[in-house]
């Protein structure tokens, strides 16, 4: 039986970038899913031109943006409600590989426990170079960061690698999971839900697995601005500790120790980061230690 599977792009302001993610998926092979795009209220006629050029798409316009949470919530009650088996979240500015879906299926299909499978992402402007294969947590100390970050493609072997969480650039979601262990929390609004989401389904016993095979080219924050945006680093490093809050509890003094460390690395990630002035940086992580 061929399972139904939802893709759900969620857009702010987007317009090229949605088109060009959304022209990549029309060469997908072996399966042709339903997509949603959740238009998360923006000013620049994306969801016309969705419309207009991709008829079988459905739109979700939202009054205002909700964030990356908050906005693929929205799809995701739809595709839950439309009977769903699996939810790929998928950023507006990827370009999937043409079996990028197949070989995720192909995984979660064989492992009834692989609740969450995500791709391996490499850099859109440098393909041969990965951005991502999958996210490494610290239980000890509370850090939390991408593996085989800047490593080559080509160095990096291994079809399936059970990690801690993966990025929700590219996701393949199973819809028991997501009623078992519930949806995206809002909180977050954007950066880190998805490890939030990862470390959940961890708790409640299902696998998050990498699937090396699956490939998807990533701007890297092209809707926000760029990697170190202002808007970027307040929310990675307001959230980075606020995953540590909800997810890595532990003991007394672990949690003791686990705070400084967390603070004193987004600090050095404002610091050192290239592009832009520092002071709002600064003022972004001093917001986010709140």
Known sequence: MIPKVTIIIVTWNGKNDCLTCLESLQKLVSYQPSIIVVDNGSTDGTARAVTEHFSGVTIITAPINLGFAGGNNLGIKRALAEGA??????????????H???????????????????SRILYHDR?????????????????????????????????ITEVNAVSGAAMLLKSEMLREVGLLDEDYYLCFEDVDLCLRAGRMGYKIVTVSSSRVRHKVSGSMGGEYSEMTVYYATRNHLLVGKKQLQGTLILRGIRSPLIMLYTLLFTVVTSGGPRGPKLRAWQHGIR
């Open 85 to 98: 088996d699996y939810i790929c979240l998928l950023n507006n500015d990827t370009e999937v590989d043409p």
């Open 100 to 118: 990028f879906l197949e070989e995720l299926l192909l995984v979660a299909r064989e492992d009834p426990r692989a609740g969450i499978l995500g």
């Open 127 to 159: 393909p041969d170079i990965i951005w991502s294969q999958g996210i490494a947590v610290n239980r000890i100390s509370g850090r939390i960061y991408t593996t085989y970050n800047n490593r080559k493609d080509s160095e990096v072997s291994g079809i």
